[in-house]
């Protein structure tokens, strides 16, 4: 079972590298799948990032119980932790949920009303048109919104530590600044690319091939969040026993 729908969802893959009929129109889903999976999830990723660097930060100072380690390194634990994994795998989790339920329900949706079926009677390569704009948008607009959230985790550490009085700004920036490594965000995006990838093409791929009825819908939405969460933190620990 497993082998046939791997089989599929690589035959579907297949499919979208294919001339588009339309570039324009092409070109046009993509920006529109661009500003529903960027703008509408600007605010959850906003809200999310900035308490997980807070809960960091004070969590952090909690451990540290000797006056001999300097607070600075409250810094360089938040903002290390925080582009390395919490930025790029917990975003990505919230978006499986958000952004590929919402892919998986709006395929299905046009396969059980038979829309997609009218559009293949029409001549269109249905994979290409419908998934491949989704696949490239989420592949260019998911590492930007893990870019926005690894900053905007830092701020919140940042902000929480001042406000506390747990660690000075000074000492917090300059912990951050010691132990920044460019490596650090490379890695960041290899794992962005590689998560946006997952969520879109393995929602599509669930979405796509829906048979039945609205409980199916449904069914395919809950089945494909859970198989991009599963499916992240597997390449997670890919990514970081092969890259580390």
């Known amino acids: 079972m497993f082998l046939k729908q791997f089989g599929r969802y690589l035959l579907l893959l297949k499919s979208l590298f ?7 129109i ?8 661009m500003t529903d999976i960027g703008i509408g999830s600007l605010g959850i990723v906003a809200i999310i990032s900035i308490f997980l660097g807070a809960v960091t930060t004070v969590q952090t100072a909690y451990q540290l119980v ?5 607070k600075s390194v409250i810094g360089s634990i938040v903002s290390d932790s925080t582009i390395l994994e919490l930025a790029p ?9 958000k952004i590929g339920s919402s892919m998986a329900s709006e395929l299905g949706t046009m396969r059980i009303t038979e829309q997609i079926d009218a559009l293949e009677i029409m001549g269109v390569n249905t994979p290409a048109y419908l ?7 989420a592949v260019i607009i ?3 919104l893990i870019i926005l959230a690894s900053f905007m985790g830092i701020y919140g550490g940042l902000v929480a530590g001042q406000l ?26 290899v794992k962005s690319v590689t ?9 599509a791929f669930n979405g796509y091939y829906t048979s039945g009825g609205a409980l199916e819908v449904g069914q395919s939405s809950t089945r494909a969040v859970v198989y991009c969460c599963i499916l992240i933190l597997f390449s997670d620990y890919m990514i970081a026993d092969l890259l580390i």
Not at 66 to 70: D, F, N, T, V
Not at 89 to 97: D, E, H, N
Not at 170 to 182: H, I, K, M, S
């Open 89 to 97: 795998t917990i975003t990505s989790l919230v978006l499986a949920g």
């Open 195 to 203: 998560f946006a990838f997952i969520i879109s093409s393995v929602a």
């Open 142 to 144: 998911i590492p930007c």
């Open 66 to 70: 000797s006056s001999l380690i300097p």
């Open 26 to 33: 092409y070109w046009k889903e993509m920006l529109r799948q």
């Open 18 to 24: 294919v001339k588009p009929e339309n570039i324009n």
């Open 131 to 137: 998934i491949g704009p989704k696949i490239l948008a």
């Open 164 to 189: 506390s009085g747990i660690v000075a700004t000074e000492e917090f920036v300059l912990g951050a600044r010691d132990t920044f490594r460019g490596f650090s965000v490379f890695l960041c995006l």
